[in-house]
């Protein structure tokens, strides 16, 4: 993949520490874009953008004035962002009612928190600098805004509600989002990943990881982050992608437990 339009500008990767986010900002680095990763987690985090040349800032997504301050941050020493990749996000199970107790309020609150609103709070301000910057190419693109939806936005399993809500969230989101922007020649799409192997996934049995593979109609196993990378590589390359929804998923289609 050459992304030649973007080589040398600025990419934001959210989640960028560890998972699917660290996978894409290596991806943008090889292809020779400017890296900066937000996250919470310092210590993966500074080690990863140190690797890859690139700038760590500690961002909680979920809190909009922390957004702004790694946002000027990044357009203060590498300048104004092109891509945003929006991968953080957090998993917390509990059904609607559990044990004769109605969901907690404050683990749904912090999951469409950070999964949703983050996304959003990192999408909206990458998008102000973004319309601020000099077209580019022939057809004057000014940036691409990528997110990170999952599967469960469509299929959740049970226990997975707030999760499921946060993830749909962010699908209805796209649309509109490109809609917005259309005009000032931003592009915005968004990923739904299956079961990627992380490290989320990564500290579960190895048996279990291999049944969880071989629900995947094909191919039979967990996804790869590089796979992930890959189509996120793709969406910025090809200028044709926009306002839409990709699941990368194998195929599969997950049961309610
Ligand atoms: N791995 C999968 O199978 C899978 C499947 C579907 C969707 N997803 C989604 O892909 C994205 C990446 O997942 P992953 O598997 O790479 O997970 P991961 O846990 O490896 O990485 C997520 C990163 O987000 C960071 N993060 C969490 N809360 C944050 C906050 N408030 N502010 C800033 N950073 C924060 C974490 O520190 C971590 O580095 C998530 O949105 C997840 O929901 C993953």
């Given at each position: 993949?050459?992304?030649?339009l973007?080589?040398?500008?600025?990419?934001i990767?959210?989640?960028g520490?560890?998972?699917?986010?660290?996978?894409?900002?290596s991806?943008?680095?090889?292809?020779?874009l400017?890296?900066?990763?937000f996250?919470?987690?310092?210590?993966?985090?500074?080690?990863?953008?140190?690797?890859?040349?690139?700038?760590?800032?500690?961002?909680?997504?979920?809190?909009?004035?922390?957004?702004?301050?790694?946002?000027?941050?990044?357009?203060?020493?590498?300048?104004?962002?092109?891509?945003?990749?929006n991968?953080?996000?957090?998993?917390?199970?509990?059904?609607?009612?559990?044990?004769?107790e109605?969901?907690?309020?404050?683990?749904?609150?912090?999951?469409?928190?950070?999964?949703?609103?983050?996304?959003?709070?990192?999408?909206?301000?990458?998008?102000?600098?973004?319309?601020?910057?000099?077209?580019?190419g022939?057809?004057?693109?000014?940036?691409?805004?990528?997110n990170?939806?999952s599967?469960?936005?469509?299929?959740?399993?049970?226990?997975?509600?707030?999760?499921?809500?946060?993830?749909?969230?962010?699908v209805?989101?796209?649309l509109?989002?490109?809609?917005?922007?259309?005009?000032?020649?931003?592009?915005?799409?968004?990923?739904?990943?299956?079961?990627?192997?992380?490290?989320?996934?990564?500290?579960?049995?190895?048996?279990?990881?291999?049944?969880l593979?071989?629900q995947?109609?094909?191919?039979s196993?967990l996804?790869?982050?590089?796979?992930?990378?890959?189509?996120?590589?793709?969406?910025?390359?090809?200028?044709?992608?926009?306002?839409?929804?990709?699941?990368?998923?194998?195929?599969?289609r997950?049961?309610?437990?």
């Amino acid at each position: 993949m050459t992304l030649a339009l973007w080589k040398g500008h600025v990419a934001i990767v959210t989640g960028g520490a560890s998972g699917l986010g660290a996978a894409t900002a290596s991806a943008l680095a090889q292809a020779g874009l400017k890296v900066a990763l937000f996250d919470l987690g310092e210590e993966k985090g500074i080690a990863h953008a140190a690797a890859l040349g690139g700038m760590f800032c500690r961002v909680d997504v979920a809190d909009p004035a922390s957004v702004k301050a790694g946002m000027d941050k990044v357009v203060a020493e590498l300048g104004a962002p092109r891509i945003m990749v929006n991968c953080a996000g957090i998993g917390l199970a509990g059904k609607t009612v559990g044990r004769g107790e109605a969901h907690s309020f404050e683990m749904f609150d912090k999951t469409i928190r950070v999964n949703l609103i983050g996304s959003f709070n990192c999408a909206s301000q990458a998008a102000a600098h973004m319309i601020a910057a000099e077209p580019l190419g022939p057809d004057g693109a000014r940036g691409v805004i990528i997110n990170t939806a999952s599967v469960a936005a469509y299929d959740g399993q049970v226990g997975q509600i707030a999760y499921s809500a946060s993830k749909g969230g962010i699908v209805g989101m796209t649309l509109p989002m490109a809609r917005d922007l259309a005009d000032k020649g931003i592009r915005v799409c968004t990923i739904a990943p299956g079961l990627f192997l992380t490290p989320l996934l990564d500290s579960l049995p190895e048996d279990v990881q291999r049944s969880l593979g071989a629900q995947v109609p094909f191919p039979s196993r967990l996804g790869a982050p590089a796979e992930y990378a890959k189509l996120a590589c793709h969406i910025v390359d090809n200028p044709m992608l926009n306002g839409e929804v990709i699941r990368l998923d194998g195929a599969i289609r997950m049961a309610p437990r």
